[in-house]
């Protein structure tokens, strides 16, 4: 019996420190990502708060088309109507309820988990897959009248929309880390898109860009 008990102990002090310096590699990667990304936003310009007007960029893209070749991105304010943002949301909270309990019935649900995209950091962070219904229809042709010709001017006119669905990230959520959302290609293949559907400040984690970096393949 007393043999037992000792190689129980030794099992559970050799699980505890494997556990130890698995948390330690862990917490310097952590430490390494954090410098890292400090250096790269300390090397890039801070982008302006304020975004171009949709009306004049209707009338006149060149600005955003120029903003987002030589930033890699632009801001457009209000390209959705306040009608137009309170009905999508309404939209993507019944849907991410409902998909939360499709998940909670059987979490090996294929059909369940394809409601779900992949996400850095996935606890309390969902990118919830959205349908071509009316009310997603009704805000991307509203969203496109400013944007295409931004579109257009980066990609070509046969861009193709190839993925679709709302970030949602709940309170207490850990940070992600500075990333890109694709590889580092020297002509653009993609441009992602991010229209907030609320109001965010600063204690919510906003998303931070780093302007030309889309020109350093090191970055």
Request: proline share 5%; glycine share 4%; net charge negative.
């Amino acid at each position: 019996m007393r043999k037992i008990m000792l190689e129980f102990e030794a099992s559970v002090a050799l699980e505890k420190a494997k556990a130890a310096t698995t948390a330690d590699r862990i917490l310097q990667s952590s430490i390494q990502d954090a410098a890292m990304e400090l250096n790269m936003m300390a090397s890039t310009t801070v982008a302006g708060a304020s975004g171009l007007n949709c009306a004049a960029v209707l009338s006149d893209p060149s600005e955003a088309c120029a903003q987002m070749h030589e930033n890699g991105l632009t801001r457009l304010d209000a390209c959705l109507r306040r009608e137009t943002v309170a009905e999508l949301l309404e939209h993507v909270n019944e849907r991410l309820v409902r998909a939360h309990a499709a998940l909670e019935a059987d979490l090996n649900d294929p059909d369940a988990l394809r409601r779900f995209g992949n996400v850095r950091r996935p606890v309390q962070r969902f990118d919830l897959k959205l349908d071509l219904c009316s009310h997603v229809m009704g805000a991307l042709s509203e969203a496109l009248s400013p944007l295409k010709a931004v579109y257009e001017t980066t990609l070509g006119a046969n861009a193709e929309l190839f993925e679709l669905g709302a970030f949602i990230t709940d309170p207490t959520a850990p940070r992600q880390p500075v990333h890109p959302d694709t590889e580092y290609t020297p002509h653009p293949v993609a441009a992602s898109t991010f229209i907030a559907l609320q109001d965010i400040d600063a204690a919510m984690g906003p998303t931070v860009y780093l302007p030309a970096t889309h020109h350093n393949a090191s970055a």
